[in-house]
């Protein structure tokens, strides 16, 4: 279909959209968090300094919270605000707020919160210390298994063995739009709006926390700039703080953080170690894995469960292996929380997979690209959970085009000429297969059971209600064509209600991939029940719509008619929660990378001069968004390969600042080649799969796999910044 | 503790063409001048540190981040902020998908402007290299970049593209 | 706190003895204004702003020399013809710093009294012999920069002083590099840099992001102008040590800085020098 341009798009480009920090709200106070100077240990004391009135301020703890001082999450451990012990630098204890945000920023260095601390978990990858241990016997907070025959037996039995460890480091989202929420009481009822991907999430921390039912708690969704995850869980905790302020102020407060406190406090992509051991025979066919992943849990639960789930079920990669074994686990430390980001777990895994099939294929001197053809998975085998995968997809097609379209052969046999040549840049290409489930989880859309209205108008139109939200993806504009392509009507008498929980059904939360395929599914299925109430036939459409509204409000002046849909399992789908086996998810997206790099052996800087990429996505709804949602990961992706590190310091994230955390600018990042395969999922709304997630997926080890191939060194640990890759040269000489 | 010490004084520039008298805190950045006391949100802050872009507007017509320019500096010069900007002008940058959260946007099309009003910059520069001073996190910059060059070869029918420019 | 907006040197010269130790010159605030509403607060002030001081803007050509006044921009040197032409590696520097909207502000003087050991101004500048001339409210003094830095972020330069201008002698380089290796492509602070000239004053080699002051590699400079040979990278490092002292910081490691600074400085010089680099002319990387 002809892209059709993004609904809010010339609203953002003039300037117009307006964030939360860009409400001017009557009679707001500013609202500033104090937090903990250390990673562990008890609070003795907190000082309030002499020098400010305090009596201008207001000033909330964990004494303020009228319900449990609890985040209401996957688990009940975080706090609202500590109120006797810490378990991570910059952990909330202390809220206050006044009219005038520089007085804020004066008097938050005025609070001292004296903490004795004690032995803090900073490193995930080694065993606790006995010292060290907070949770269970060894600090493990998640532990998954997946078992698929015997790899134990087939690894005895397996001509060649292969192992590998690999490391990848945790991401800041750097959303441009940073973190931001103002709350004010109406009514008896708490609002509150802001900057979100999820507000029946924040709804139900709000009804948890402050101990109010449903009807008394509104939440409602600012347009939101940038979320990839970092606004799927940490709103609530944000929400809280200003909802706690404006009921103690008794009037609105509003919270936005700066660059730096929403940098150094808030969460990030969990840091992951997994270990590979591969049962191979000669010709390179899979015959058992054994892979363990190992995730920083961070200092509470969030969402590390989860991610360590769709982490383990993608660590086999798009490969069919007999046996395989996987052990996953989560392990509690006392960094700051890390939670969702795109791609949860699975960019973690499928670097460490895709880096070893390259490992596995220069063992063996078998070419990277055949070595994978001869193992994708080919319709009527099984992924490591056991799930049959029979969609029609040549998944040897996906990879043979990018390929074809990166020029990759060509391109090598320049390239070993310029490298013979060349005094010290050298060139090389990767290529990464990998594959992304739609939707959440196992049997997660069941449980989510997603709700969502389309209503008929009094003026004609038709309004979408639902709780999924326009964060960049382009939602607005995809609903928008979905319900108008469904009851043919023109665009401009589709209209999308505000997430605001006061007016939308729990659509689920804005995350997974899951807007197009699952819920714009929804969206389908509500304009056919809309249809129904207004007692028409299944395909009636455009003129015939809009005369049965008029028609409907001709009788029925004052009830609204509205199509009702919730989410239903498609045919055919078993999961077991116990076993971890069977459908993971309802569908995969697959796709293939192509990366091309130049290094500099004087700098060790590694550029990339080019970037395929192909996936097979269901069906692309919108060519211009589905571009803007590949280009816009894989250059993500980059930055998390290549520069993006948080270097951390007694927990602490040290390089807080966009100057020292580096992400991609234009000047860093090639053109991003974008090509599409189509093959509609029956179940998605017009065939569509997920999309977002994907393209976070295959950069990383795409490049690091053009690294190892310009350089024949096995870089293992992303990002791999000059200074990583000049050790791993120094070590490889010696 | 005492009220910050602030000190107000008048100052007058050209803001969107309009003459405009506004009293500001001797230490405030343009920023918070143009988005607190005019109104003009659509200039947005994504770092503070000069870093993002997010905050670009024209002095004197050439672009620079307010969340860096003190008020006081910008007393009887000219500012334009992406108010300024007619719509008509954004239909490239909104075919290619220059825009996807918005968040980065304002900044991109002030810069970018500058970019179309001043062509002959693409004789020393890049488009990348011109455009890297505004950081954006949702597009990968292929949206941005390709709404530019198409903006800029329509406007300049003249010019051969030599393929070098993106 | 204050900002203060004189309109004549000697004017500017007595707010900041009136306001003395705390007062400070501003000029195009890349710098002071950085994280600007925390860094308020904190600040006792006042700040002197050079902005409207005629005196002090814009950059001339003389017989012998390019004066940049203290407010000129970066920007003022990229698109300044003669600059590309003549001293090439002016503008060279200049685009490497942050991204235009740094550029169009930022000024070369302020990069100089910044005192930054990351700066790219000041390395292009002190490869070109330049000479800073500084003005109190009684007296004016010019000193090489090259003999500016006392100690890191140390000044040779009264207090209450500032810079009026830069000297730029209008020597013609048969040889001149400039290399920055930073974070990243744009908006990048060097990790290791250096600026490279060679005219009948000899050799110049100063580094930038390797010591707490920028710094001319001396003993570098003189093995250069005796044409001592140099086999490898490697064999450059203990020149490079004598005058040098990176340090480990959040950017970067020491050990990372010295090896690339030896490799880009070995790969600019080995075209260019007979006595350096392998007899075979495979260098090594
Ligand atoms: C995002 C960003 C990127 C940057 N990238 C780079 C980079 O790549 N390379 C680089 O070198 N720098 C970089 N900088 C730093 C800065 O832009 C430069 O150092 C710039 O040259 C400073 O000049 P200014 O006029 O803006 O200084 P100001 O901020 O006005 O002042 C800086 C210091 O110099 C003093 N000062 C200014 N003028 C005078 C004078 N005439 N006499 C005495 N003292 C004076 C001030 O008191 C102050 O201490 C960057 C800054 C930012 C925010
Ligand atoms: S807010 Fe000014 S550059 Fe980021
Ligand atoms: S559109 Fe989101 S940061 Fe650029």
Sequence with gaps: MAASTRIEGIDKLAGRERYIDDLDIPGCWWGMTKRSPVPRG?????????????????????????????????????PVLASEYVRHVHEPVVLIAH?????????????????DPEPAALDFRVPPAPEQIQHGPDNVLSHLTITKGDAERALRDAPHIIEGVYETGAQEHVYLETQGMAAWEEDGTIVVKGS???????????????????????????????????????????ALHAALLALKAGRPVKIIYDRAEDMACTTKRHPALVRHRTGVDSDGRLLAQQIE??????????????????????????????????????????????????????????????????????????????????NLIRDGQTTSTSQTINDGTDRVAVLDTAIRLADAEKNQQEDRAFNASHPYLRRGTGIACIYHGGGFTGSGEVHLASRLHVAALPDGRVEVRTATTEIGQGMLTIFTDIAADRLGLDRSRVTIADADTARVPNSGPTVASRTAMVVGKLVEDACDDLRRTLGLDPVARGGAVTDAIDNWYRTHPDREPVGRAQYRQPPGIH?????????????????????????????????????????????????????????????????????????????????????????????????????????????????AKGIGELPMDGPAPAIANAVADALGVEPDTIPLTPERLMELMTHARA | MRAPETHSTEIHLVVNGESTRVSVDTDERLLDTLRLRLGLTGTKEGCGEGECGACTVLLDGLPVNACLVPAV??????????????????????????????????????????????????????????????????TGYDGIVEGLAAAIDAENPDTHDNGERA | MKILTPNSIPEALRMLKDGSPDARPIAGATDLLVHWPDQR???????????????????????????????????????????????????????????????????????????????DGVPALMALDAEVETAGENDTARVPLDA??????????????????????????????????????????????????????????????????????????????????????????????????????????????????????????????????????????
């Design chain 1, 196 to 238: 979100m991907q999820c507000p029946y999430y924040v709804l139900n921390a709000l009804t948890h926390a402050l101990a109010r039912d449903e009807k008394h708690v509104r939440v409602v969704q600012a347009p939101t700039g940038g979320g990839f995850g970092g606004k799927e869980d940490f709103p609530s905790v944000i």
């Design chain 3, 41 to 119: 607060t904190s600040h006792a002030g006042p700040f002197v702003d050079l902005s409207r001081i005629d005196a002090l803007r814009g950059h001339r050509w003389t017989e012998d020399e390019l004066v940049l006044g203290a407010l000129t921009t970066y920007w003022d040197i990229i698109t300044d013809p003669r600059a590309n032409d003549e001293l090439p590696i002016l503008p060279r520097a200049a685009r490497t710093v942050g991204a235009v909207q740094i550029q169009t502000r930022g000024t070369w003087a302020g990069n100089i009294a910044n005192a930054s050991p990351a700066a």
């Design chain 1, 99 to 115: 009219p005038s945000r520089a007085m804020c920023r004066r008097a938050i260095r005025e609070i001292e919160i004296i903490v």
């Design chain 1, 293 to 374: 992943m190992t995730i920083d849990g961070g200092a509470y639960v969030t969402l590390s469960p989860v991610v360590l789930s769709r982490g383990i079920i993608h660590a086999g990669g798009p490969y069919a292996c007999d046996n395989v074994s996987i052990v996953g686990r989560a392990v509690f430390t006392n960094a700051v929380p890390f939670g969702a980001f795109r791609g949860f777990g699975a960019p973690q895994s499928q670097f460490a997979g895709e880096r070893h099939m390259d490992r596995i294929a220069r063992t063996l001197g078998i070419d990277p690209a055949e070595l994978r053809r001869r």
């Design chain 2, 73 to 138: 500096q910008a007393a009887g010069r000219s500012v334009e902020t992406i108010e300024s900007i007619a719509p008509d002008r954004l239909g490239h940058m909104l075919e290619s998908g220059a825009t996807q959260c918005g968040a980065c946007t304002p900044g991109v099309v002030i810069s970018s402007h500058w970019v179309r009003e001043n062509p002959h910059l693409l004789r020393t520069h890049s488009i990348r290299e011109l455009m890297a001073g505004n950081l954006c996190r949702c």
């Design chain 3, 148 to 285: 500016f830095y006392l100690g890191y972020k140390q000044l040779n330069m009264q207090p209450g002083w500032i810079i009026t201008a830069i000297h730029v002698p209008r020597r013609r380089c048969d040889f001149s590099s400039f290399i920055k290796v930073g974070t990243r492509n744009a908006q990048a602070i060097t990790k290791v840099g250096a600026a490279v000239t060679h005219s009948d004053a000899g050799w110049r080699v100063v580094a930038n992001s390797m010591a707490p002051t920028v710094r001319r590699c001396r003993a570098l400079e003189d093995a250069l102008d005796r044409g001592i040979s140099i086999a490898s990278p490697d064999a450059l490092i203990p020149l490079l040590e004598q005058d040098l002292a990176p340090i480990d910081d959040i950017r970067s490691t020491a050990a990372y800085r010295m090896n690339v600074l030896a490799r880009v400085l070995f790969h600019e010089l080995a075209p260019v020098c007979p006595f350096i680099g392998t007899t075979s002319g495979r260098n090594a990387p």
């Design chain 1, 575 to 687: 999961w077991d929660d116990e076993t971890y086996r069977g459908d993971a998810y309802g569908t995969f997206a697959w796709a293939a990378y192509a990366a091309r790099v130049e290094v500099d052996l004087r700098t060790f800087q590694t550029r990339v001069l080019g970037f395929q990429t192909v996936q097979e996505i269901g069906k692309v709804l919108n060519e211009t968004l589905a571009r803007g949602q590949i280009a816009g990961g894989v250059v993500q992706a980059i930055g998390w390969a290549l520069l993006e590190e948080c270097v951390w310091r007694d927990g602490a994230m040290a390089n807080a600042q966009l100057t020292n955390y580096i992400i991609p600018t234009a000047a860093d990042v090639p053109p991003i080649g974008v090509h599409f395969l189509e093959n509609p999922y029956p179940h998605g709304a017009r065939g």
């Design chain 1, 42 to 78: 008890t609070i003795r004391e907190i000082r309030f300094g002499p020098g400010v009135d305090w009596s201008e301020f207001v000033v909330v703890d964990h004494r303020d919270i009228p319900g449990p001082n609890q985040v209401r999450l996957i688990e009940l451990d975080q």
